[in-house]
């Protein structure tokens, strides 16, 4: 079992809000690159969606609940059709999209205590959460060509760590870069 972390990232580390839905100053940015700049299987999980886990926390889930389930296609099916965990104090019903059910449980816990290989999509939350207790084996972060100037970054306030480059591909405008914890 592998936790991995997948995120859209600005060249200046910023994971916030990268298709402008939060209302932030600087939010949009990935999506000012195009469409196909974010579309499809961008992380290349391939197989991981038909045997892992997603891991989301209430407002990714609430973001994709409303955009995946209408759209098909090969990624969008295997995506609707994966297994996810939703990580949330405040809701109560995850039907909207299919295959979803609530965390219950400590996070760390249940994260600890998983088979499949869970992949924290966005969240960044959960995937600081998780990195702290030395939970995350992976990121996978897609890199733009953007500066935010401003938000939230995914390593803030994490412990100095060494990580091992495994993999830097581009990908559209942007390149993706897989690191594994040493």
């Known amino acids: 079992m592998s936790v991995i972390v997948v995120e859209f990232v600005t060249l200046d580390g910023v994971v916030e809000d990268p298709d402008g839905t939060g209302g932030t100053a600087t939010g949009g940015w990935a999506f000012r690159h195009g469409p196909e700049a974010v579309a499809g299987d961008k992380f290349r999980l391939g197989d991981r969606l038909d045997t892992g886990v997603l891991l989301l926390g209430r407002t990714t889930w609430e973001l994709f609940?409303?955009?995946w389930p209408g759209r098909s296609g090969e990624f969008p099916d295997r995506l609707n059709a994966a297994a996810k965990l939703v990580a949330s104090r405040t809701l109560s019903d995850?039907?909207?999209w299919r295959n979803s059910v609530l965390l219950r449980g400590d996070l760390v816990d249940t994260v600890a205590r998983e088979e499949r290989d869970v992949i924290v999509i966005g969240s960044v939350g959960i995937a600081q959460t998780l990195a702290r207790r030395g939970l995350v084996d992976e990121y996978r972060l897609?890199?733009?060509p953007s500066v935010a100037g401003a938000g939230?970054?995914?390593?803030?306030?994490a412990a100095p760590a060494d990580l091992d480059l495994v993999s830097?591909?581009?990908v559209g405008p942007?390149?993706?870069?897989t690191y594994r914890m040493r």
């Open 142 to 144: 897609l890199v733009f």
């Open 152 to 157: 939230r970054r995914l390593f803030d306030g």
């Open 65 to 67: 609940a409303k955009l």
């Open 174 to 177: 942007a390149v993706l870069s």
């Open 94 to 96: 995850v039907s909207a």
């Open 168 to 170: 830097s591909t581009v």
